[in-house]
């Protein structure tokens, strides 16, 4: 059942050389006594409610951690420059401020992707399980919104059109040209994923054309312990599009063995 997230919203400040207010959903366990933290981490130019249904099903024996990323939906936009280590100092500063008992699942999608895998790579010890969503070795965006944000117009003027162009985004212009420039295209899986010894359930888009299967699959390859579902007839938001059979996913995945390496594809 949808879930309305607002009552769950709070706001934290996060100190630093780019400090930024970032606008948080902390909810759960609503049932029993838990098992756990959550910490979901959207893609570029969403925002936490795009884990709405993943949240409503975790939440009810988990605590569920969605921030929206600084510069998108509720959180503050800011003139910083909206790169990874930024982005890596802001999970971590949201961590210690609501106090995430450790070790704790990571849920990211797409360019979350890069995030939630570098987190890993770096501080395993942190992090119990991880699932991947529609991300891969190499990252982008959708091709319509990359050529649009490359545009030789003003930003006013692209701003202006985000609303027509580009309607289901959540950032400014200005955020998602530093995020293509400072992250998505200096980030390299190919060196990071192999590090990345954490539990892994992938998740991919049977027709996602963004991050594709394929590329999900090289992940898998790539990653020591990783699992690999392609969930049908879905496109990059397949947790929105056929959010119960991702649920499906996530309950087998959080429920199964510490390992999945033997147990075959997706």
């Known amino acids: 059942m949808p879930i309305d997230l607002s009552p769950y919203r709070k706001e934290i400040q996060v100190a630093g050389t780019a400090p930024v207010r970032l606008s948080v959903v902390d909810i759960g366990p609503l049932e029993g006594p838990g098992r756990g933290t959550v910490v979901c981490i959207h893609g570029c130019a969403g925002n936490a409610d795009q884990w709405g249904p993943q949240i409503a099903h975790l939440a009810r024996d988990h605590r569920v951690i969605a921030p929206d990323l600084r510069g998108h939906g509720l959180s503050e936009v800011v003139q910083s420059s909206y790169s990874l280590e930024e982005f890596l100092w802001d999970i971590t500063q949201l961590l210690t401020q609501l106090s995430v008992d450790e070790p704790f699942i990571m849920l990211a999608h797409s360019f979350g992707g890069p995030v939630a895998i570098t987190f ?103 990653m020591p312990n990783a699992r690999l579902e392609v969930v049908r007839y879905t496109r990059h938001l397949p947790h929105l599009e056929r959010p119960d059979a991702v649920n499906r996913l996530l309950d087998r995945f959080l429920r199964g063995p510490r390992s999945w390496r033997g147990e075959g594809g997706g």
Do not use: C
């Open 120 to 222: 890993a790579a770096s501080q395993p010890q942190r992090v119990s399980r991880l699932v991947l969503i529609a991300t891969g070795p190499a990252m982008h965006i959708n091709p319509l919104h990359e050529f649009i944000v490359k545009l030789p117009v003003s930003l006013g003027a692209l701003e202006r059109l985000r609303p027509v162009v580009m309607p289901k985004t959540y950032a400014p212009v200005f955020v998602i040209q530093k995020i293509l420039a400072g992250t998505l295209f200096r980030w390299d899986g190919y060196k990071v994923l192999p590090r990345v010894t954490t539990p892994t359930l992938l998740i991919a888009g049977q027709w996602d054309f963004i991050a594709t299967a394929s590329q999900a699959e090289e992940s898998r390859r790539l």
